[in-house]
């Protein structure tokens, strides 16, 4: 059973930077693509960014491009996103998911983690 945790959420301020972590666990990891995805109260849930294990390739959303980072660590079996610049509008839970493809589609990936918020406040 695939588990993914996501930690490193938290309350800051506009302009402020912050990491999230996402771990995975319960298989052997080969082949496939993490993604960060984003809800906002009252609004669908939307892509972050992605990477694929083995070559590393990304794809980010176009409101996130030039200020947020997606990495992996594949010995951790570990997937980051470095958050910089932050602005109210990047308040939302934030869910890491994992999937074959590398894809901004939200129902190509099959296990999700718990959600981590991140609140963008002065």
């Known amino acids: 059973q695939v588990q993914l945790v996501e930690t490193g959420g938290g309350l800051v301020q506009p302009g402020d930077s912050l990491k999230l972590s996402c771990t995975a666990s319960?298989?052997?990891?080969?082949?496939?693509?993490m993604g960060w995805f984003r809800q906002a109260p009252g609004k669908e849930r939307v892509f972050v960014a992605a990477?694929?294990?083995?070559?590393?390739?990304?794809l980010q959303a176009d409101s996130v491009k030039g200020r947020f980072t997606i990495s992996r660590d594949n010995a951790k079996n570990t997937v980051y996103l470095q958050m910089n610049s932050l602005k109210p509008e990047d308040t939302a839970v934030y869910y890491c998911?994992?999937?074959?493809?590398?894809?901004?589609?939200?129902?190509?990936?099959?296990?999700w983690g718990q959600g981590t918020q991140v609140t963008v406040s002065s």
């Open positions: 998911a994992l999937g074959v493809l590398l894809t901004s589609t939200e129902k190509s990936y099959d296990y």
């Open positions: 319960g298989r052997t990891f080969t082949s496939i693509s």
């Open positions: 990477i694929s294990w083995s070559r590393g390739r990304t």
